[in-house]
Nanobody, 124 residues
Framework: QLQASGGGLVQAGSSLRLSCAAS????????LGWFRQAPGKEREFVAA????????IYADSVKGRFTISRDNAKNTVYLQMNSLKPEDTAVYSC???????????????????WGQGTQVTVSS
């Protein structure tokens, strides 16, 4: 199970840190991803980090502003979001998958486990 938290209403230029706590399974081996969906738009990839200390990847739209990290001791993945823009407004969801290869990290269909979303609203 995955439980996301940390969303809220902030002004443009602000920062937020999302958390996603996981239970069950061997957390460190799982690849973890963040996706978002804005009203009227399709779900899009935001960031992902591979299991076992693997690399992370980002959508071009958030590169340099967002940072994904994980704390395997706490079974938690984080998304630090800086310099937020109104276009970052969306419901953010975390996802987990085991044995994902690099080329599938940005694909929502590769993740079998999903948490509920947390709303992020950025005002201009």
């Amino acid at each position: 199970q995955l439980q996301a938290s940390g969303g809220g209403l902030v002004q443009a230029g602000s920062s937020l840190r999302l958390s996603c706590a996981a239970s069950g399974g061997v957390f460190r081996v799982y690849s973890l991803g963040w996706f978002r969906q804005a009203p009227g738009k399709e779900r899009e990839f935001v960031a992902a980090i591979k299991g076992n200390g693997g690399s992370s990847i980002y959508a071009d739209s958030v590169k340099g502003r967002f940072t994904i990290s994980r704390d395997n001791a706490k079974n938690t993945v984080y998304l630090q979001m800086n310099s937020l823009k109104p276009e970052d407004t969306a419901v953010y969801s975390c996802a987990a998958g085991r044995s994902l290869i690099q080329s599938t990290l940005a694909s929502a269909s590769a993740y079998p486990a999903w948490g509920q979303g947390t709303q992020v609203t950025v005002s201009s």
